[in-house]
């Protein structure tokens, strides 16, 4: 787990919970309406832990809660159903517990449909250290970004004859112009000093070689950022050995995927979208074997639900929850399984209140 030391104040890791865009909300007190999918697995349990610490820290958001489907909604080709998108496009903001999808079952996975349907083109994952938690590496404060809409993603196979199967990699100008554009604002937005482009463009020149292309292409408007490229391998050798060369990290949907779980601890993420659309998410899975047994840790969807308040301009909630669940950690009292401790999660969940 590559988890930095956190500061309050001027901190580098407060700015990883910087905000992800231009927010289109206010800051009045008015409820603002939220989309709320709890997930399945551990999923409903981390996002009571959610709804409790919000309504002690006197969060002004209203939930709308969307579940998962039995049946293939046809308009959507999965289980998640055409009412529950609607939703996230009407309020724009969400927040996602983990949603597994079945291997080989035939339907379009539930991530997928979420990003598609939604154009939710940027996928931000944070990778900090956190106080008082001895990890591998210390001082690690990186950002992953993953296109998210391509690239061996984009679900295009078909068999040629019996025994082979074949898989488009889509890479276009557009897509990788519009992460790209992202990642350097983000950087420039947060303090960030670089931005390194992952790759393997010497072998997949052309689709590779298109999106080096266009971050270089981006990379000459921000001539204060320093700009570089890593082959994919090579990039996974250096964050095994060293996490802390790296600042914010943007590539193409597979190698983000694997980068951004490599990198992954206990921090969530959050999806930006077309249209100002903010998708907040735990990013580890739904744990089954431990779903309803109350020992799940809620952290990284509670970081994620930060992230939102960030973007929402409700900066004074995601500050007091921060750092309550920081110093919850930091304490070592009530720690989960995964942090080697022995609390529930109802254990956890009351001792973040009780530091608001």
């Not at 350097?184 to 931005?195: D, E, I, L, P, S």
């Not at 090579?234 to 600042?247: G, R, S, T």
Request: hydrophobic share 40%; aromatic share 6%; glycine share 8%.
């Amino acid at each position: 787990m590559a988890l930095v030391r956190f500061l309050r104040g001027n901190s580098a890791a407060s700015r990883a919970f910087a905000p992800l865009t231009q927010s289109l909300f206010s800051t009045s007190a008015t409820p603002i309406t939220a989309t709320l999918f709890p997930g399945d697995g551990i999923g409903p349990e981390i996002a009571e832990s959610v709804k409790q610490i919000f309504n002690a820290a006197e969060v002004p958001i209203e939930w709308e809660d969307h579940y998962i489907g039995t049946e293939v909604d046809p308009k959507t080709q999965s289980f998640l159903t055409s009412e529950s998108l609607e939703s996230v496009r009407r309020n724009k903001v969400g927040l996602k517990g983990p949603m597994a999808t079945p291997i080989g079952k035939g339907h379009r996975s539930l991530n997928l449909t979420l990003r598609k349907e939604l154009g939710l083109f940027a996928n931000v994952r944070p990778c900090i250290s956190l106080p008082g938690y001895k990890t591998r590496y210390d001082d690690v404060n990186l950002v992953t970004i993953r296109e998210n809409t391509e690239g061996e993603y984009s679900g295009l196979e078909h068999q040629v004859v019996r025994g082979v199967v074949e898989s488009l990699k889509i890479i276009t100008r557009q897509a990788s112009l519009r992460v790209a554009e992202y990642a350097f604002h983000y950087a420039k937005a947060n303090g960030r000093q670089r931005v390194s482009a992952i790759h393997k463009a010497n072998i997949m020149r052309k689709t590779d070689g298109l999106f080096l292309k266009c971050c270089r292409e981006v990379a000459e408007k921000y001539p204060e950022i320093e700009y570089e490229e890593v082959i994919i391998d090579n990039c996974c050798m250096m964050l095994v050995k060293n996490p802390a060369l790296f600042d914010v990290l943007v590539m193409p949907n597979l190698y983000g995927d694997i980068i951004s779980d490599l990198c992954a601890g206990l921090i969530g993420g959050c999806n930006i979208g077309e249209d100002g659309i903010c998708l907040a998410e735990a990013v580890h899975g739904s744990a089954p074997d431990i779903a309803g047994k109350n020992l799940a840790n809620p952290t990284a969807v509670l970081l994620s639900g930060v992230m939102m308040l960030r973007h929402l301009n409700l900066t004074s909630q995601a500050d007091q929850i921060h750092s309550a669940i920081l110093k919850t950690i930091s304490e070592g009292k009530y720690r989960t399984g995964d942090l080697g401790g022995t609390s529930t999660t109802s254990d956890f969940t009351k001792a973040v209140c009780d530091n608001l």
